[in-house]
């Protein structure tokens, strides 16, 4: 892959001449509050990535610091996400949960600095206290607390004596600070709830800027990795560290700009509505911005990482097209999977002058493709065409079967409309024709001329087929969240007709159906008796450079 150099590499490559760090470590800290989406994926592949590229380590962290909303599903999915995209984590996932009893000793410390107190200010006080950008903060009262109190009440709420929301640990920086995350921040809270690793343990539970900059730390991380929005957040990163005396090694943080697509929504907070809502069927609905979710509807790993490369690393944060996205898992099956053809919408056409069966060779890949592999395509009596691939009043410009207009049978023959025949309402429901037996693809001799080449299947042949056709998930181009959801972004065709060796061969788990688009076997409900099939994505390109 070819990663030009950004300016997260800048700094690396920077902190590794003036030996800075002998080594990069890097760490991706999710959340197991949710199944990772498409930004995660941009952040591991930055992380892993750049600890891939100058032989560092990347750590697979859980910052499980909120036991109300996390859960070892999300763990599992988190470690089944970043395996899918290729990369390893070693031999252990951490946890910050395994942390708690180093974090809470480094609280101590500073308590016994002199630098965290004891805040007892109920929530709406304490803001009030905190005062706004243009104005300094009040100290709390209880800020005097003396070493030994403290250490007493920190103490005690570890013990389970307060109740929610009694107490806080507060650092105590600077209340008239500029940027008012330094102003006296939160280092713990009182939770009584059941963490689903750490159990009934602990009755207090770091907060991030506590947590995180100590777990960098425990772990020997060097380059600490995140988004934009923590930038305000740096200041106490550094506060904590520097405060504990904690020395290089150390971790420094480095922020980088916020994936954001858009007719995406890529919140865990989101997505998890949307799937206890029911308006997608769980966390790897093919619909789902999800890793999990892209994977069951056929996207390549390396069409992804690919997406995340070219997109770059960016300081100031920008929406992305998804068409971009869609190019990439084009661009990558484009050059890898077979051709084959299945027909959605199927219209029956007879071939008068035909009888019998014979087998046409076909080439799975085409010219530009440097694959090989073909298969034999039954030809009979009785084909399938799409029905929108004959018109008996053709527009202009109207390439297809129509009742004065030949085609081409992909790989096969050319034909002509000689009858439509229509039920009593008038539809179409058959057509009758006549095939050119001179006409056959590599052999024509026919000098019959036709504007395009459809595809079809064999009737007595075909197999039937599930198809399932994804449009996007959201309407608007920005979407917020359930109201914008596209009504039409899930459509189920039960009868659509496969050409046999898809079934039978099984040559590959993608394919192009031909004219149609790129389509997968869905890993999961695909049967021998039901096939069901998903698509990836359309041929058509929307999306410029
Ligand atoms: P969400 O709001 O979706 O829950 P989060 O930032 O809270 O996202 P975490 O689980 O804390 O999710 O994220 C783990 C890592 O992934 C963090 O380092 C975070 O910065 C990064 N990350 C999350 N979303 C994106 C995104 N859209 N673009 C780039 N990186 C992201
Ligand atoms: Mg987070
Ligand atoms: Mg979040």
């Known amino acids: 892959m070819s990663e030009s150099k950004d300016f997260l590499r800048t700094i690396v490559e920077e902190d590794l001449r003036s030996g800075k760090y002998k080594e990069v470590i890097t760490r991706f800290p999710p959340e197991p509050n949710g199944f990772p989406h498409i930004g995660h994926a941009k952040s591991i ?12 380590h990347c750590n697979l962290r859980m910052d499980d610091t909120n036991p109300t909303t996390e859960d070892t599903k999300y763990v599992e999915a988190l470690k089944d996400a970043v395996q899918w995209l290729g990369f390893d984590w070693g031999d252990d996932v951490y946890f910050t949960s395994d942390y708690f009893p180093k974090i809470y000793d480094y609280a101590i410390e500073l308590i016994k600095m002199g630098k965290a107190y004891v805040d007892s200010t109920n929530e709406e006080e304490m803001r009030q206290l905190r005062g706004t950008v243009t104005e300094s903060g009040k100290r709390s009262k209880y ?107 150390r971790p420094y943080q480095h922020e980088f700009a916020r994936l954001g697509i858009n007719y995406t929504v890529m919140s865990k907070r989101k997505l998890l509505e949307l799937v206890e809502g029911g308006q997608v069927n769980g966390w790897d609905d093919p619909r789902m911005p999800t890793i999990a979710g892209y994977r069951r509807r056929g996207y390549t790993p390396e069409a992804i990482l690919n997406f995340c490369d070219q997109i770059g690393i960016a300081k100031a944060n920008s929406m ?51 694959k090989e ?115 039409d972004s899930l459509q189920v065709i039960k009868n659509a007709l496969i050409e046999p060796a898809v079934i039978s061969q099984k040559p590959d788990e993608r394919f192009q159906f031909e004219r149609q688009g790129y389509f997968y076997a869905d890993p999961i409900d695909y049967t021998d008796t039901t096939p069901v099939f998903n698509k990836i994505v359309g041929l058509k390109d929307s999306w410029t450079k």
């Open 45 to 56: 592949f930055i992380n892993f990535g750049i600890a891939r590229d100058y032989n560092g």
């Open 320 to 370: 992305v097209d998804v068409a971009q996205l869609e190019f990439c898992i084009r661009d990558d099956l484009n050059t890898k999977v077979p051709r084959v053809m299945c027909v959605l919408d199927p219209l029956k056409v007879t071939i008068e002058n035909y009888e019998g069966t014979e087998e046409l060779e076909a080439s799975y890949y085409p010219h530009d493709v440097p």
């Open 143 to 249: 800020a005097d607390r003396s070493i030994e109190e403290n250490l007493d009440l920190f103490e005690r709420m570890k013990n389970g004596e307060f109740k929610d929301g009694e107490h806080v640990l507060r650092a105590k920086i600077d209340m008239s600070a500029a940027n008012m995350k330094m102003r006296d921040p939160l280092l713990y809270r009182i939770r009584h709830s059941h963490h689903f690793r750490a159990g009934d343990k602990w009755s207090i539970y770091p907060m991030y800027d506590f947590a995180h900059c100590l777990s960098d730390y425990i772990e020997g991380v060097s380059h600490s990795i995140c988004t934009l929005e923590f930038e305000n957040n740096r200041d106490i990163y550094n506060w904590v560290l520097d405060t504990l005396g904690l020395e290089l090694p």
């Open 373 to 487: 592999g073909s298969r034999k395509m039954p030809f009979s009596k009785e084909i399938y065409i799409e029905r929108d691939d004959f018109k008996e009043n053709p527009p202009k410009d109207y390439f297809r079967l129509t009742p004065e207009q030949p085609v081409r049978l992909k790989h096969g023959f050319i034909i002509s409309c000689k009858e439509v025949v229509k039920d009593a309402s008038g539809n179409i429901i058959e057509i009758k024709a006549e095939y050119y037996p001179e006409s056959k693809s590599g052999s024509d001799s026919s000098g019959i001329d036709v504007k395009s080449a459809i595809h079809w299947v064999s009737a007595s042949h075909a197999k039937t087929v599930e198809v399932r056709l994804y449009d996007r998930l959201f309407k608007d181009e920005a979407p917020e969240g359930v109201e914008d959801i596209n009504p």
